[in-house]
């Protein structure tokens, strides 16, 4: 089982940018699905990118402005969050799974990995 360990989280104004790193206890290579999810009161937990292999994801409401990416010796990964809206505050969570996710978003029930979250809020 892979742990799973988020930081960078916090507060922010509309516009403004933040960076959530991921830091996993084994390195990961390039056979792990990496994810970032979020989460808001009542809602389900939603996928908000992914990287597999050089292959990423995004969903609708971070294309152009969210980035995934990791490093090497590939055992951290990051989501980079610019031009922040209020409603990209959330709980936002980093994953890893052995499932293939080439170009796609899992649903978080595929997801075998998770870290303890780390706040988002973006308000004036």
């Known amino acids: 089982q892979v742990q799973l360990v988020e930081s960078g989280g916090g507060s922010v104004q509309p516009g403004g940018s933040l960076r959530l790193s991921c830091a996993a206890s084994v390195s990961l290579y390039n056979d792990y699905c990496l994810a970032w999810f979020r989460q808001t009161p009542g809602k389900e937990r939603e996928g908000v990118a992914a990287?597999?292999?050089?292959?990423?994801a995004y969903a609708d409401s971070g294309k152009g402005r969210f980035t995934i990416s990791r490093d090497n010796p590939w055992n951290t990964f990051y989501l980079q969050m610019n031009s922040l809206k209020p409603e990209d505050s959330a709980m936002y969570y980093c994953a890893a799974s052995r499932v293939l996710c080439s170009g796609v978003l899992l649903p978080q029930y595929f997801m075998h990995s998770w870290g303890q979250g780390t706040q988002v809020t973006v308000s004036a």
């Open positions: 990287i597999y292999f050089g292959n990423t």
